[in-house]
């Protein structure tokens, strides 16, 4: 019955139409005015990022990029620093706040297994996940630093955001908690959340809820693509 059960969530999770998510992001970028936009997760804000392009063409949007760890904040910053209208926040979004562990590889350990470059956007609230990408690594590889957390609503209470347009979330596992958070506040025109490490509970229940909310759906194999029905493409 679980087995039939678990086939049945992954077919109906396989539905949505599949795109090319940073085509799509640009062309929303480029047809819709004044947006306001905030991103979850954003790493270094360039690489294989589905907004920087687009953001980069154009100074009407209002963009808010928020990255946890300080020496990924510091690339992110100079990513955007000849953008005037994005704004750069070294915060870790989470459900509550505090200090909260998060949890990242060691310089030395990258070294010696001889990780890819990417080794350094590897984040999370989750002790396990680092070993996800990379199996090799052992508990003494991993690096824990506590964190300043906000929530959501703190976040946007700080910054004095009202309303957002466009929502993207790309946070290691966290994703729908965090658009939970956020959800909680406001409805996004534009929902990009990264789904390829959620549960399989998450993923029916992000799923479903986004269906309820009003939201179309596109995808591929890592992100959804969520839109208000109604909104120009």
Known sequence: MKLKLHLLI?????ISPRIHIPDEIK?????????TIVQVGANNGKTHDPLFTGLVDTEIHESHHIEALPRIWEDLKSNYSLRYNSYCHNL??????????????????????????????????????????????SDDDIEVTNLKATTPARFLEQVGLESID????????????????FLKCLRPSVVLIEHKHLT?????????????LGYSCQRNKDDFLF???GMSK
């Open 200 to 212: 399989l509970k998450e993923l029916f229940l992000l799923r479903m809820s986004q269906f309820i």
């Open 27 to 35: 062309e929303i970028l480029k047809n819709e005015k004044r947006l």
């Open 166 to 181: 466009l929502l993207h979330i790309d946070c290691e596992g966290a994703d729908y908690t965090i658009l939970k958070g």
């Open 92 to 137: 870790l979004i989470a459900e509550e706040e505090g200090l909260i562990p998060f949890f990242t590889i060691k310089e030395s350990s990258a070294i010696d297994n001889n990780l890819p470059v990417w080794w350094r956007m590897i984040g999370s609230l989750d002790v396990n996940h680092a070993r996800k990408h990379f199996p090799t690594l």
């Open 227 to 229: 839109t208000k029905r």
């Open 10 to 14: 992954r077919a109906f999770l396989s």
